[in-house]
Structure formats: structure tokens, C-alpha cells
């Protein structure tokens, strides 16, 4: 293991090739815009061209990017591609046995913990590979994760990413419809969401989400409403693809679906608890 590279340096991306370049493991960091790089503040030994890496990391939106990236590019000093994206189990294994065939490992690790997680090097990653492939990158995965969950093969951390995501962005969805209906009660909201996490429906919504991203005004969850639609219509495919059932994913990406088309695609997903009334009602759900 001679370098790695990092594609992509959005809040993930940022802090994660951040914390590789602090442990000396970093050599070339990239991304579609260019400004990105130089707002990184890297050290001197980081660059911008990725000939020299024998790894590639991957902190884009999916499976599309990476293709697009790849494209066209000399393999022949990859060793490994680790993806930390949210992307289709399906995808994910083609596109990891045509790098195969030219000799090039895959690992599929998908992440949770958001951008503070990536800042801090205290990710969740849900991982799919052979375990001695993992094993080998394991100082890599150490200055990026506290904790990681090796699923199966190749695809199975995205497998799971999808059904993690489909559960924590319904509960949300459900949090904000909880506490919308709260507030026209007449109910104090914040100490609405004290009763919830005094009981037995708290959650990370409830303990973190709302007291730090949006109650206090912050409006800043450090994602877009377009991350959480690209996903929740990933796992809908993915749900459909298994047979189901898929009621309450289907019900969630209608909703985000829904704030898409409302033109709020760029907007924070905080944002998604003061919109949630007209979203319910633009699909018909009450």
C-alpha cells in the first residue's frame, strides 16, 4: 500500500480524506469541482492527480459516479476500491467482478454517523468483501471508523446500508409527523420530544436529530433532502427486487419524493419537519 487517493470531498468526503492525509496514508484527493480541493486545506504531499494511488476511495453519491470516474483511467497500480457509498447491492456486485477481472479488489463499506462521524473518524461502516481483503486495509478503515460490521460478500454492506437508511429516515419522517400534530395541540414541541426520548420512542431522531439540528434553529443536518430520496428510492428498488414488503419505504420516498419535486432537492433535510404538513398532503396521506 503505497497511497490512497479520495474521490469526492462533499461533507463526507472532506473529513474523511482529512483524517487519512493526518495519518500520512493520503496522496491524491479529487472531485468534480475543483474548488473543493483547495478549500480541503490538505498538506503538501496530497495532490490532486491520482495516477500514484493503489487505493481508491470513493465518498460519492453512488455507483454512477464511480463509473464515471472511472472510465476511461489506467488501472494498472489499483490495488483495491473501497466504496463508501449508498448504492444498489446489484450494481455493486457487477461492477465489482468486471475490476476483478483486471485484478482489482473491491470492498463495499457503507457508512453511517454523518459528517461529524467523518470529521471525528468515528464512522459506522456496514461492510461487504472477502475478510482477508478487509483485513489488509484495516489501518485505513481505522483512522476512518470505531465501528464495523463485516455483512458478507460484496454487496452486502450496501444491502444493509439500504434497510439501515429505510428505517431511520421513516422514523423521521414519523417523528416530524408526530410532533407537527404536536405542536398543533397546543404542545410545548421541545418538551414533546423530552417526553419521547423519557419513553419508549427514542431514537437517534429524538435524542440527537431534533435537540441539535432543529429545535434549536440550527436547520443544519449536514445533507441534502436529495441524499435521503436518492436512497429511500434505492431501497424501494431494492425492497421490490426482494419480493417486499415495502409499505412504510414506499410511503417515505413518497414524501421525499414529493419535496424534490417542490424544487427543495438542495435544501437541508432539517428542513423537512416545518414542510412536512404540505408534503403529507401533496400525497395524499392526510
Known sequence: MTGIAVFGLGQMGQGIARRLDAAGLLCAATDTDPARFAQAGFSDRVSDSVEAADIFVFVVPGKAQIEAALAG??????????????????????????????????????MTGGAAGADAGSLTLMMGGAPHVIAQIDPVLDQISKQRFHMGPVGSGHAMKLIHNLILHSAFMATCEGLTLAGKAGLDVDRAVEVLNAGNARSFVTEVRFPR????????????????????????QYAKALGGPAVFTGLTHDLLHAAVESGAAETDFSHLFPMFEALAQQVNHG
Open 73 to 110: 483511467m489506467s488501472l494498472r497500480n489499483v490495488q483495491l476500491i473501497l466504496d463508501l457509498t449508498t448504492s444498489h447491492p446489484s450494481g455493486t456486485i457487477a461492477l465489482a467482478e468486471r475490476l476483478q477481472a483486471d485484478g482489482v479488489a473491491y470492498v463495499d463499506a457503507a
Open 213 to 236: 439540528d432543529i429545535l434549536g434553529g440550527t436547520m443544519n443536518a449536514r445533507s441534502r433532502i436529495a441524499n435521503l430520496e436518492k436512497d429511500l428510492g434505492l431501497a424501494r
